[in-house]
């Protein structure tokens, strides 16, 4: 296992820099070790030699494509020992899942069982904002879903509560942005209203396309991620839990992506 022990620095750019050097010294040719790391964290070689020139700041999605490889590790509980210290600061801030429970496993392979089953992907997003009784899978997904949540339970995706009721289990799944794309998709199309939006309180849509300054793109960005903080704090307060079942799907991009002023 590769291990970046004694080879800590306080910036994020600084340390992806190095740890991408180093593994790609294991290689006798360069262009081919780029090739197939690239290959393996799923991430363009541009991007790769960007963040080795450290022309760019990785966000907490691509460090753990980046240090899943680096470290051979799939656990993205157990990935926090394993990297330097900034890298699992970031780690823990960016991500929105608490990961200080050290029972909870993060699991990168479960994600393709979430894209590949909708009734999968329904049903963990539910038990993720409370309890759920088994009768009510049953009702809402029928046959189908007493089989996926079976499947579930073996994969201690989910548990059951003391109370008989259907809980998050210790494997727990990190989603990535490709996957965030495609399940927040379904969800949009699974449960969005468009036809409660004249009722106050009910929910929020919105769309908006405008032609930008980079300055003014990049503080775009910022208002989406400091209101994505926002709530996610807001749900940390347990006394904000409540039996609403809520979701939120966020996305800012550019239109023209190849211009870059």
């Given amino acids: 296992m590769f291990t970046t022990e004694n080879t800590h620095f306080s910036s994020i750019p600084e340390q992806v820099s190095h740890d991408l050097k180093a593994i790609l010294l294991e290689f006798k040719d360069e262009k081919i070790g780029m090739r197939l790391i690239s290959s393996r964290m799923g991430i363009h070689e541009k991007t790769l030699k960007r963040l080795i020139a450290q022309d760019n700041k990785p966000g907490y999605q ?14 993205d509980s157990e990935l926090l020992d394993n990297v330097a210290p900034c890298i699992k600061d970031a780690l823990i801030k960016g991500n929105p899942k608490v990961q200080t429970n050290s029972e909870i496993i993060f699991s990168s392979d479960l994600e393709e069982e979430l894209l590949r089953d909708r009734c999968f992907s329904e049903i963990y997003f539910m038990a993720g904002c409370g309890p759920i009784a088994k009768e009510y899978i049953g009702f809402r997904f029928g046959e189908h879903g007493i089989d996926t949540l079976k499947k579930m339970l073996k994969l201690q995706v989910l548990d059951v509560s003391k109370d008989g009721q259907i809980i998050l289990g210790k494997n727990q799944i ?11 998709l379904h969800l949009v199309d699974r449960f969005s209203r468009p036809e409660q939006t004249d009722e106050s309180g009910e929910n929020f849509l919105g769309v908006y396309a405008e032609g930008l300054s980079p300055e003014a793109y990049n503080e775009w960005l910022k208002i989406d991620e400091e209101a994505y903080r926002k ?13 609403i079942r809520a979701f939120t799907f966020m996305t800012t991009d550019k239109m023209n992506p190849g211009l870059k002023k």
């Fill in 231 to 243: 709530k996610i704090e807001l749900c940390r307060d347990m006394k904000n839990r409540g039996t």
């Fill in 174 to 184: 990190n989603i990535s942005a490709e996957a965030i794309k495609v399940l927040g």
């Fill in 62 to 75: 691509t460090l753990y494509k980046i240090y899943r490889v680096i470290t051979s590790v799939r656990n």
